[in-house]
């Protein structure tokens, strides 16, 4: 998250380049593992092992590694149907065979198991197809090639259509639940789709708007572009770090994805508000409740992950927020508050961003899509019953429970808080909606606001 740019790949360089030989290496490394380590991390650990590489090298193989897995279930479909022969007699697949097509082999693989069997020097051949078909000679396999793109345009949730986004097809059920929930048109579907094969933007948060000028001229002249969203948001774009800016080291600005700075807009908050951040993660929107409540009330974080509240403090003392305080919970029993919750009766604000697939952040975490087991959803929606059913105790009668994911599944997200409210009589909601992708070029989450009664 510390680059702003998007980075660029020539179409068909993934082959032809003297960086081809390592990146050949490091895919080789990656199949070593039988569970997907998180690519980003990864690769940062791996550069630093090796300091061979300047800033353009590691920006190529970084590209180059998250294109193989945007877009490698497609490449491994792509291999297994039209590597050696014709799917059928001799004639390769036209649009109606792959509208129509239920090969065991793309409806039932499609996972990390399956591409990490692919050899590299396949896997980056398909991948430079894809980019430039005109970089090769066969005719009938670019043909076949346009017709699976004319199929994903008019069924995108077909099976063959999704392996065209780079999605395992045990998606689909997902996608048209989403779809459904949603009411998103079929232009809907396409944009978001078509967005999954696209890194997400660089958006920033002010932590003080008094400090937009200064900003955005330091983001000019570091080579950055930044186009105010909203009064305290930020798009950015550029090839450039974030974190050496004097801006970022001063606490002015905040990394924070535009749809996780709308989940912390939806909270209610008023002057002298006590807020329980219950799964607080990396701080963002702890910050951001800290800067909305200025000088007045208070922000509690908690997680279960020690280092995390320490990455909170660190974030905290570099912006100057000393209404935050930290509370251990250990996810189940509730902690001792103390006075001044115990005499309101609980917190006026209880947030639970709570834990998830993270299926909204694939297009950051594209190797995330392949590291999702049959039925873990369900795994985490057990999980996020068990939060809610925690914390709603700690919410004052006319207090505010706000439930947040990363993720568009219905079942972590609407069904949720269906069956929550189903069985927890004196909370109302008061909103609920998807937030980002496809209505904006951002990650994709969920937020529910829902009130306590008398």
Same mark, same amino acid.
């Given at each position: 998250?510390?680059? *702003?740019?998007?980075g660029?790949q020539?179409?068909?360089?993934?082959?032809?380049?003297?960086?081809?030989?390592?990146? +050949?290496r490091l895919?080789?490394e990656?199949c070593?593992f039988?569970?997907l380590?998180?690519?980003?991390?990864?690769?940062?650990?791996?550069?630093?092992?090796?300091?061979?590489?300047?800033?353009?090298?590691?920006?190529?193989?970084?590209?180059a590694?998250?294109?193989?897995f945007?877009?490698?279930? %497609? @490449?491994?479909?792509?291999?297994?149907l039209?590597?050696?022969?014709p799917?059928?007699?001799?004639?390769?697949?036209?649009?109606?065979?792959w509208?129509?097509?239920?090969?065991?082999?793309i409806?039932q693989?499609?996972? %990390?198991?399956?591409?990490?069997?692919m050899?590299?020097?396949?896997?980056f051949?398909? +991948?430079?197809?894809r980019?430039?078909?005109?970089t090769?000679?066969?005719?009938?396999t670019?043909?076949s090639l346009?017709?699976?793109r004319e199929?994903? !345009?008019?069924?995108?949730?077909?099976p063959?259509? !999704?392996? %065209?986004?780079?999605l395992?097809?045990?998606y689909r059920q997902?996608?048209?639940?989403?779809?459904?929930?949603s009411?998103w048109?079929?232009s809907d579907v396409?944009?978001?789709?078509?967005?999954?094969?696209e890194?997400?933007p660089?958006?920033?948060?002010?932590?003080?708007?008094?400090?937009?000028?200064? &900003?955005?001229?330091? /983001?000019?002249?570091?080579?950055?572009t930044a186009?105010?969203?909203?009064?305290?948001t930020?798009? &950015?774009?550029?090839?450039g770090?974030i /974190?050496? !800016?004097e *801006?970022?080291?001063?606490?002015?600005?905040?990394?924070?994805?535009?749809?996780?700075?709308?989940?912390?807009?939806?909270?209610?908050?008023?002057?002298?508000?006590?807020? %329980?951040?219950?799964?607080?993660?990396?701080?963002?929107?702890?910050?951001?409740?800290?800067a909305?409540?200025?000088?007045?009330?208070? =922000?509690?974080?908690?997680d &279960?992950?020690q280092?995390k509240?320490?990455?909170?403090?660190?974030? *905290?003392?570099?912006?100057r927020?000393?209404?935050?305080?930290?509370?251990?919970?250990?996810?189940?029993?509730?902690?001792?508050?103390? @006075?001044?919750i115990?005499?309101?009766?609980?917190?006026?604000?209880?947030? =639970?961003?709570?834990?998830?697939?993270?299926?909204?952040?694939?297009?950051?975490?594209?190797e995330?899509?392949?590291? /999702?087991?049959?039925?873990e959803?369900?795994?985490f929606?057990?999980?996020?019953?068990s939060?809610?059913e925690?914390?709603s105790?700690?919410?004052?009668?006319?207090?505010?429970?706000?439930y947040?994911?990363?993720?568009?599944l =219905?079942s972590?997200n609407?069904a949720?808080?269906?069956g929550?409210?189903?069985?927890?009589?004196?909370f109302?909601?008061v909103?609920q909606?998807l937030?980002g992708?496809?209505?904006?070029?951002?990650?994709?989450?969920?937020v529910? =606001?829902?009130?306590r009664?008398?």
């Amino acid at each position: 998250m510390n680059r *702003a740019g998007q980075g660029t790949q020539p179409a068909v360089a993934y082959l032809r380049s003297p960086r081809t030989p390592h990146l +050949l290496r490091l895919w080789a490394e990656l199949c070593t593992f039988e569970e997907l380590p998180q690519l980003d991390r990864w690769l940062a650990q791996r550069f630093r092992q090796d300091k061979r590489f300047g800033k353009k090298d590691r920006l190529w193989y970084s590209d180059a590694l998250f294109m193989a897995f945007r877009f490698g279930v %497609w @490449a491994w479909a792509a291999e297994s149907l039209l590597g050696a022969q014709p799917r059928s007699g001799d004639r390769f697949p036209q649009a109606a065979d792959w509208g129509s097509m239920d090969d065991p082999r793309i409806t039932q693989g499609a996972s %990390w198991a399956e591409l990490r069997q692919m050899s590299g020097d396949r896997l980056f051949y398909w +991948l430079s197809l894809r980019l430039d078909p005109s970089t090769h000679h066969d005719a009938e396999t670019i043909q076949s090639l346009q017709a699976w793109r004319e199929c994903a !345009l008019q069924e995108p949730l077909a099976p063959a259509a !999704l392996l %065209w986004w780079g999605l395992p097809p045990a998606y689909r059920q997902s996608l048209e639940q989403r779809q459904t929930i949603s009411q998103w048109r079929k232009s809907d579907v396409l944009l978001f789709l078509e967005r999954q094969g696209e890194r997400a933007p660089l958006w920033l948060r002010l932590n003080a708007s008094d400090r937009l000028a200064a &900003v955005q001229q330091e /983001l000019s002249e570091r080579g950055l572009t930044a186009q105010q969203e909203g009064p305290s948001t930020l798009r &950015v774009g550029g090839d450039g770090g974030i /974190l050496g !800016l004097e *801006a970022y080291q001063q606490g002015w600005i905040e990394i924070q994805d535009r749809a996780s700075q709308q989940i912390g807009e939806a909270i209610p908050l008023h002057i002298n508000d006590k807020v %329980w951040d219950a799964c607080a993660g990396g701080g963002g929107k702890t910050m951001q409740i800290a800067a909305r409540l200025g000088s007045k009330g208070r =922000v509690y974080a908690s997680d &279960v992950r020690q280092y995390k509240l320490a990455d909170i403090r660190l974030r *905290a003392e570099r912006a100057r927020f000393k209404q935050v305080r930290f509370l251990a919970w250990n996810g189940q029993e509730l902690p001792p508050f103390d @006075a001044a919750i115990q005499e309101q009766g609980g917190f006026d604000v209880v947030l =639970v961003d709570a834990p998830c697939t993270s299926s909204g952040t694939w297009r950051r975490n594209a190797e995330a899509r392949l590291r /999702l087991a049959a039925g873990e959803d369900q795994k985490f929606a057990a999980l996020q019953a068990s939060i809610l059913e925690q914390v709603s105790r700690a919410v004052r009668v006319g207090g505010y429970l706000v439930y947040g994911t990363c993720s568009w599944l =219905v079942s972590e997200n609407e069904a949720q808080i269906e069956g929550f409210l189903a069985d927890h009589s004196n909370f109302v909601q008061v909103s609920q909606r998807l937030l980002g992708c496809p209505q904006e070029d951002s990650d994709t989450m969920f937020v529910a =606001v829902m009130q306590r009664k008398a």
